[in-house]
């Protein structure tokens, strides 16, 4: 069943790209909607493409910004009297906040910008006007869509080159024009689209046509949540990595920015530059046995220290008692208290000065992303064909294979992250010296914001950064690092503890306490 629409009358197909000549119009110079300002020759289009209804909206790429959040659902069991939680990660999502700038170069393009929008709205709207009239007997069937209950679901593929896409390498990103309905399935991410927010930019103005007024700009803020349902399941955008730290076999690798740069070495090499070699550095790491002994496939990344925001909270849990004829709290008469959190929230600010290092910044973001998510479910092979988000065993007799919703990341930073008694005796920072002054935590939350006023560099039609920011939250799950103090017959002292000599070092590795 044909569901892309052509041209209804003498109205134009809001859907096309270029300013062409039309055939079936006798060759006439036909306006396709982008104005006479020559921007539509480029290759700088967004695609959002409806899945079942085959129609396509594009949009000049004047994106003010790209927001990744990736988020997991966490249940942490926490018990009074408990100086620990019990962290449990399970599925993991994604969305991308995006705001596009949509300008007018004259009153026909401000238009069909309106149209655009209006066209948008409907293809994102409730569903229930795309029932199917299916034929006496016959079932309907869209490809790479369920229609199982009569509905058509409104599910999208939007593509921005390597910016917004499935992380699928696509073979020549400098040439195209237009792309293809069939590419932009292949090739762009997908989503449902959450919202679509229009605000019409008044400072800029408007141009009058027949008593109305038309938005000389139109900024419009999309959140495009990742949704799979459509996806063949050996070419998911992302999955984390396998208890081995390897690829999931499910996975396109290169998601978000399609840069195939493999290997931990190769991509964190910080280089700065006439500074010399600096003893600092953000580093964050997959587990591995023992102080960074070789195991699997190393998954680790570091960035220079650039901090926007760094904090570290430590709180305590209190039951308290009711009372309604007091002013105040009281203690409960059981005085309950516990453990609450050690959290640090922090974000990174990562530049580049050339597109070498915009490359491996783009790479350190893709490993990143596969290490906050949990390890895929191993499954028998026979199984696969009816499971999406799985992956098969693993070859690997690692003990801690069964704790897969448990994955952890080593965490450390010179000063700032770091466990009591950390090594600072090296000239220079290695895997194995940062790894093993490290702390084991929870990443919780992780979003990635593209700088996109600094701009990009540009090869061969691929765009990388010149400036992204990463947010990181990490959670600790004990509070063994933090050594209270205890008293006996009227004196105190410091908690003692089997992993240092120096408990009371955390978390400034620096004396701070003397005792007696």
Known sequence: MELKPGKFGKQYNI???????????????????????????????????????????????????????????????????????????????????VTINIPAHSTNEARNNLAKVEELQRLISPNSGYKIPAPKGKAVSIKNVDTTNGVVPSVFRVWFKNIISS?????????????????????????????ITYEPVLDAGFLDLNNFLYPKVIKLNLKLIMEVSQVNIRELPIEGFDPNGNYSKFDNKFFPFC?????????NNLDYGDQGTQNNAFFMSLEVDGEGEKWGSRRWVQFKPFLESFTRTHGTSITYAESKERVGKLISSDQAMTFKDLSYKFKLLIPAKDLDESKRNCAKIQYLMRMFYRPPQPVDAEEIGDIHMVAPHYSSGRKEYVSLSNRRIKVYSPSFIEKAGADRKHDKLTFKSMYGNGISMFLNGLSVDVNFEVGFFEEAGKLYPK??????????????????????????????????????????????????
């Open 467 to 516: 400036e992204m920011s990463i947010d990181l939250d990490f959670m600790y799950d004990s509070n063994d690092l933090i050594k209270t103090y205890t008293l006996n017959g009227g004196k105190y002292a410091m908690q003692s503890s089997k992993e240092t000599k120096r408990p009371h070092l955390f978390p400034y590795n620096r004396k701070t306490v003397t005792l007696g």
């Open 167 to 195: 992380g699928k390498e696509f073979k020549d990103y400098s040439t195209p024009r237009t792309m293809k309905f069939v590419d932009i399935m292949k090739h762009g991410f997908p989503c449902v689209i959450d919202s």
């Open 15 to 97: 859907s096309d790209t270029i300013l062409d000549r039309d055939p079936a119009n006798g060759g006439v110079e036909t306006f396709r909607g982008t104005g006479t300002d020559y921007s539509e020759i480029g290759t700088s289009i967004i695609y959002i493409a409806s899945v079942p209804l085959k129609r396509v909206v594009s949009l000049k790429a004047f994106i003010e910004t790209a927001k990744y959040n990736i988020a997991k659902t966490t249940d942490i069991l926490e018990e009074m009297d408990k100086n620990s939680k019990v962290f449990a990660t399970f599925d993991g999502d994604l969305d991308i906040d």
């Open 259 to 267: 840069v195939p740069l493999t290997g931990s070495t190769k991509i």
